[in-house]
């Protein structure tokens, strides 16, 4: 294949379609513990609320160990922090795959949560260094792409096999595709050089930087507010339809199918206007979404085809639209620290997974204290919070009518 501006190949393709094939693996595993969370907690007879915090202790590791970790393996070689990471991502799998109890798996997906962090900050990092300069956005996005076709395939496919059989052999699954992508990147990677080091300080200086903070904070309570619901989809989804456990397989490929969609549309939509409207119309569309998941839990029918179709549409409106956020978000916050991009993007990247951890735990709560059918309208707070603060903050950062260009002002083109 070859690149549609140079018309020269990307090199190395396999390499990076194989860093793609373990972001894969990866993101299978960040997000399949939706689908099989009434299952995980029938079998280890805990509330789901309890089993929710499966999804936060993994995505609060990745979200802590991605900077620490990489800051303590910079002077690694590059295929070794990739073998090790993949190791201890495969490990931690099959442990959670045998784990007698509700403590030893929490352990385990701890453990995941740290191979995971470092597999994807490294694997980018290579994609990049392998590409060769004229490449390294196409290598990025196909490495960024593996995680997006595993919610697309990945978790509806391992929300089956637990449906069908078990969801430890959902795990092993996953173990097996670590191991298969442990293997493909033994024989097919070549040698990298190492990347230059950026230090714990250069990291927090960036993340101080007032407009980077506020950022981040916005796309933590956006994604906060979508895994309140995300994360107990499927307790949801049995309250609402009498779908069986593989039917919310299917739901579950619903949404994927639509991030896929939302995902190459937000980037486009960026492009063609502005990263900024692209994350507000995003955000917008959520809430909206979330107010009619939260209409039709609290009023409709149990049962009926209407009740459950539409259920099924707010659940595509909302993927679609959330979906348009991540791409946007990067944009953003790149714009917000041109001198340090990487890192702002990477920081970024963490606020992503605090999101998920601060909405595992804030649904759980609300399980506990409420029932699902509060899901949506606890999501849509978070969500709306994020909303007020990026209305508030473009009005703060916006450039003085003096600033502007004139057609700006009169409607004429410049």
Known sequence: MTDGNTGARMPHRLGVILLAFGAFAVGTDGYVISGILPSIAADLHVSEGLTGQLVTVFALSYAVSAPVMMTLTANLERWVVLQASLGVFLVANLLGALAPGYGALMVARVLAGVGAAVYMNSAVAVATSVAGDRHQGRAVSLVVGGLTVATAFGVPIGSLVGALGSWRLTLVLITVLAALSMGGLALALPATPRPP???????????AQPAVLVAVFINMCAVAGSF???????????????????????VLLVWGVAAAVGSTLGGRLSDRHSPDRTFLSGLTGVLVAFAAMGLVAAA??????????????????????????????????????PDAPTIAVSISSASSYLGVALGGAVGGLTLTASSSAALPWVGGALVGCALLITVWDRRVTAPPPSAQPVGALDGSES
Not at 200 to 206: D, I
């Open 197 to 207: 080091a950026i230090t714990m300080a250069s990291r927090l200086r960036v993340a």
């Open 228 to 250: 309140v619901v995300y994360t107990y989809l499927a307790v949801l989804t049995h309250r609402v339809t009498p779908l069986s456990e593989a039917g919310v397989s299917a």
């Open 300 to 337: 409709a029918p149990f049962g009926a085809v209407p009740t459950t179709a539409a259920f099924l549409l707010a659940t595509l409106v909302w993927s679609a639209l959330y979906w348009l956020i991540p791409g946007a978000q990067i944009q953003r916050v790149m714009g917000r620290a």
